[in-house]
Nanobody, 120 residues
Framework: QVRLVESGGGLVQPGGSLRLSCAAS????????MTWYRQPPGKERELVAA????????VYADSVKGRFTISREDAKNMVTLQMNNLNPGATAVYYC?????????????WGQGTEVTVSS
C-alpha cells in the first residue's frame, strides 16, 4: 500500500531555513511526479511545488518561487523541499503526495504531514 512519511518540520525564526523530506513506499517511485502541499492554520491545502519523474522538471507556487527548491532522490524513494528565507506566511502543515499538482479534492490518501512554524 502507498505510504508517505513527511519529516523535517519544526520551529524556525523568520529568515531561517528548513529542509523537509518525504519518504515514499508502496509504488514505483522514480517515474512518478511528486508534489508538496501545505495547509496553513484554519485554511485549505494549497500546492507549493511539484517535480516530474525522471527528467526532474519543476514548478512552484508564485509565493515560494526563488526561495523554495524541490528535489528528489530516487535511490531513496524520497522527495525533499528546501525552504529558505522563511516568513510567517509559511507556517503550515506540509504534505507530499503523488502526481503533478493533483487537485487536493481528488486525493484520497494523505500522510500525517510535518508542521512548520515560523515565529520569533
Amino acid at each position: 500500500q502507498v505510504r508517505l512519511v513527511e519529516s523535517g518540520g519544526g520551529l524556525v525564526q523568520p529568515g531561517g531555513s528548513l529542509r523537509l523530506s518525504c519518504a515514499a513506499s508502496g509504488f514505483v517511485f522514480r517515474n512518478v511526479a511528486m508534489t508538496w502541499y501545505r495547509q496553513p492554520p484554519g485554511k485549505e491545502r494549497e500546492l507549493v511545488a511539484a517535480i516530474a519523474g525522471l527528467g526532474g522538471f519543476t514548478v512552484y507556487a508564485d509565493s515560494v518561487k526563488g526561495r523554495f527548491t524541490i528535489s528528489r532522490e530516487d535511490a531513496k524513494n524520497m522527495v525533499t523541499l528546501q525552504m529558505n528565507n522563511l516568513n510567517p506566511g509559511a507556517t503550515a502543515v506540509y504534505y507530499c503526495n503523488r502526481g503533478w499538482g493533483t487537485v487536493v479534492r481528488n486525493i484520497d490518501y494523505w500522510g500525517q504531514g510535518t508542521e512548520v512554524t515560523v515565529s520569533s
